[in-house]
């Protein structure tokens, strides 16, 4: 009987895989792949049947069969600027997830995994909240620059997860709150949130603050002189600002657990890096509390590195005066990919059709 769904969410160096009946989480694994592994491939999209035979590896050992699968849902990825939803996948969202139609993440796997597994039982296939979630209001498009727009791309999926269980919290709808939420990992996402809506959000990519691999807002003029340097090649110094930047550029680490041991036994200038990425994330949440005027309901810290005490302590103390601050340690992803999904199998909600929400 055909009653489980499979969750995938591809990470940077890691495939978290899930085995949910209903909403009652049955396994999880987080299948870790080495640089060794994945420096084999030129492109993150051809990571593609690697990470899927590892998946199939593990339910295998598992003991469960595909047989068992109602449906399979993936992390969505950087797809073209879509509404908040659960999406059924499609050729063209495939074709699009291939290329990378907004840059390159691991998460853009999410959906290539999802329905090639799927494809091959004859289900349903699905993404919830991707990363292109565009919410924005036409004043947060504006950048100073008019050949450059400011894009929508965020950590949407813990974002609204998290977001719904605090409103739940307050007794009240995600429509009927405004929030800072700011997603805390490998990149830093934070977002305003107006009456339960994305409306801004810094672009984790190339933009807000520094985070345990990536550079964050850095003074454009220098990067400019830096990219016409000579030294770097195109994809070289993409790789220095997204995967080298960061902790790792300036410590040569993008975990911030050895990041604070180092603290602990004296080291000051890891102190200072430390401190000068909460820093950064205070300023940030500051800049959010403009864009909602100063109302403000709760400030919620998320994500991996919201387990860390002295950097949830190191942001609070600079932003406790605009709102009570909610720490939501780690992520509720592999949960809102399953009940994304299970709406749609329940018929609680019908599954949105990428090429009837983008503009193609």
Known sequence: MRELILAINPGSTSTKVAIFK????????????SAEELAKFEKIADQYEFR????????????????????????GGLLRPMPSGTYLVTDKMIEDLKIGYQGEHASNLGGIIAKSIADSQGINAYIVDPVAVDEFEDIARISGLPEIPRRSLVHAL??????????????????????????????????????????????????????????????????????????????????????????????GTNDAREVVKRINEGDE?????????????????????????????????????????LLNELIIDRVKFIADV??????DEMLALAEGAFRVVKGEEEAKIYEKEVVI
């Open 22 to 33: 209903g909403t009652e989480n049955l396994r999880q694994q987080n299948i870790s792949h």
């Open 52 to 75: 899927k035979n590892a998946i199939l590896e593990w339910i295998k050992e598992e003991g469960f069969e595909l047989s068992q699968f109602i449906a399979i849902v993936g992390r």
């Open 158 to 251: 813990n974002i609204k997860a998290v977001s719904r269980r605090v409103a739940k919290k307050l007794n009240k709808k995600l429509d009927e709150v405004n929030f800072i939420v700011a997603h805390l990992g490998g990149g830093i996402s934070v977002a305003p949130l107006k009456n339960g809506k994305i409306v801004d959000v810094n672009n984790a990519n190339e933009g807000g603050p520094f985070s345990p691999e990536r550079c964050g807002g850095v003074p454009v003029g220098d990067l400019v002189k830096i990219a016409f340097s000579g030294k770097y090649t195109y994809k070289e110094l993409k790789k220095k600002m997204v995967g080298q930047g960061g902790l790792v550029g300036y410590l």
């Open 269 to 309: 200038y890891a102190k200072l890096i430390f401190e000068a990425m909460a820093y950064q994330i205070a300023k940030e949440i500051g800049a959010c509390a403009a864009v909602l005027c100063g109302k403000v309901d709760r400030i919620i810290l998320t994500g991996g590195l919201a387990h860390s005490n």
């Open 326 to 331: 909610e720490v939501v340690s780690g992520e």
